[in-house]
């Protein structure tokens, strides 16, 4: 194979019928690096809106056992990537998803809005910082495939296009972005997450986490904004990451979420109908499950047959 051979399969395909395989090429052949980063960055875009960082702190999910959310949630998600959305495990993993979403009061347009943050930051992410921009047929399947995630969910009036999605995610931060204690909590719990991944680098990942947060999220969160120098370095080096992957081969195997060694929690693998948690109750407070992705090996779930 050569290095385009993977965009040349996409450009062949439909991004309206076969969304899916064209996602997961994106998704697990040409960005799996990028995909995940963005998707942890797309984590502090859902807290800085009070309603969603307030409610997130509630439940005490994502500060007192961010790593177990963290797996759970990234591993849910990429079973339906995985698997598809009409597979065993897909439908599974879904209905996780729904019970715990419907265990909590949680707006149609919060609800709207995560869903517009899956489809938007990796975008912007990979159109930024990735090996190649993204070409329109990959924008339109992500567009569709998460479409069709919100509609699994239950999502109301969700975007039809990704320009869409992008329209209605910058006129939702505008409009609701700003200070909740309880969201400052949890942003600092998945920095200190993400941060300790790292070891004795902690507090340089924690520095250039921050310089990849924009100055609408920093004030948000009341953080300090990083000096300029420590933003231009870390936007370099990705940068810099980029001309090197491009002269790589490219990846032949899928490499997906599950295979990520930011997931900790099952060095024995899992079963997908025991992710997640389940609340006794319906009570008030946003869902403990959010987006990203030890090897762990999914065991066969028998109640998805």
């Not at 190649?132 to 992500?142: P, T, V, Y």
């Not at 997640?276 to 998805?304: I, K, M, N, W, Y």
Request: with cysteine.
């Amino acid at each position: 194979m050569r290095r385009y051979d993977w965009l040349r399969e996409i450009r062949r395909l439909d991004p309206e019928r076969d969304f899916l395989r064209i996602h997961r090429i994106t998704y697990a052949h040409e960005f799996p690096w990028d995909i995940t980063r963005a998707l942890e960055l797309a984590l502090y875009r859902t807290y800085a809106v009070p309603s969603i960082g307030r409610l997130l702190a509630e439940t005490a999910e994502l500060t007192e056992r961010a790593q177990k959310r963290y797996d759970d949630t990234a591993l849910l998600l990429d079973t339906v990537m995985e698997h598809g959305f009409d597979s065993g495990d897909g439908r599974t993993a879904i209905r996780r998803i729904n019970q715990m979403h419907h265990s909590y009061d949680i707006s149609d347009e919060d609800m709207r809005y995560v869903l517009c943050t899956f489809v938007v930051v990796p975008i912007r992410w990979i159109d930024q910082y990735g090996w190649r921009r993204l070409s329109e047929h990959e924008k339109r399947a992500m567009a569709a495939y998460y479409g069709t995630l919100g509609r699994h969910m239950g999502i109301r009036d969700i975007p039809q296009t990704y320009q869409e999605f992008e329209v209605f995610l910058d006129a939702y931060e505008e409009a609701h972005f700003g200070w909740d204690p309880g969201a400052r909590r949890v942003a600092d719990a998945s920095l200190d997450l993400m941060a300790g991944w790292y070891g004795p680098l902690a507090p340089v990942v924690r520095s250039a986490s921050m310089a990849l947060l924009d100055d609408t999220l920093l004030d948000a969160f009341r953080f300090d904004r990083p000096r300029p120098a420590v933003r231009t370095a870390v936007h370099t080096a990705l940068k810099l990451r980029a001309r090197a992957v491009r002269l790589l081969p490219p990846r032949r195997a899928p490499h997906y979420g599950r295979q990520n060694p930011e997931i900790k929690g099952y060095p024995d693998g899992y079963r997908v109908a025991e992710l997640g948690t389940f609340p006794s109750s319906r009570r008030l407070g946003s869902c403990p499950v959010h987006p990203v992705g030890d090897d762990a090996r999914v065991q066969e779930d028998p109640a998805a047959s």
